[in-house]
């Protein structure tokens, strides 16, 4: 466990050693023009340097190497909780879902093996914390928004007043870098 957590770290550091060579380019990898307005400012995206590659690669990769720890922590919690090594089939029964509603949860619940060990059985507190881990329990909606519902405008827009809101207005612009959807919230207040 320590060594597949090891090497996520190593991934998680070659994602952060990219991003930063990435975010020094000259220009920055996001360049960005104010232009005042009155009593606010607009920040105007003049330039997206493309983000490398190997960022996706290594997200993915770190990603799949997170789950793996996720389903041997669970693995050696049912082992212990049955007092010991698990046989062959009951073994093959242990798996970490992610289910993104209560009721895709439940059915997955009602649906698992008879052979799964008394520690995954339904109704066992350890199937109970999985169910805690689902992404179900978020505070967000847990599908990711959907690419054309965001709102980037052909033109730039004129930012709201601040004063009309009580506070910094912001905005949200949304850009697609190559398969990737980026989000960037900028927020704009009195010069």
């Known amino acids: ?78 082992e212990f909780l049955n007092g010991g090594p698990l046989d062959e089939k009951p073994a093959k029964t242990i798996e970490m879902p992610a289910r993104l509603t209560h009721e895709e949860f439940a059915d997955w619940v009602a649906k698992r093996p008879r052979l799964a060990p008394e520690s995954m059985k339904s109704g066992s507190e350890l199937l109970r914390r999985v169910g805690g881990l689902q992404p179900f329990h978020r505070n967000v909606r847990p599908e990711p928004a959907p690419i054309g519902a965001a709102d980037v405008p052909d033109e730039p827009r004129e930012a709201p007043d601040a004063r009309d809101h009580g506070g910094a207005a912001s905005t949200t612009v949304a850009f697609i870098l190559g398969s990737s959807a980026w989000f960037f919230a900028f927020g704009m207040g009195p010069c």
Do not use: C
């Open 1 to 78: 466990m320590a060594a597949t957590l090891a090497h996520d770290d190593e991934l998680i550091e070659q994602v952060g050693e990219l991003l930063l060579g990435y975010l020094a380019q000259e220009g920055g990898g996001v360049s960005i023009k104010e232009i005042p307005k009155g009593p606010v400012s607009q920040a105007v995206i003049e330039s997206v340097a493309p983000i490398p590659r190997k960022v996706a690669l290594l997200v993915a990769d770190a990603l799949v190497v997170l789950r793996a720890a996720l389903e041997h922590t669970l693995f050696a919690e049912a």
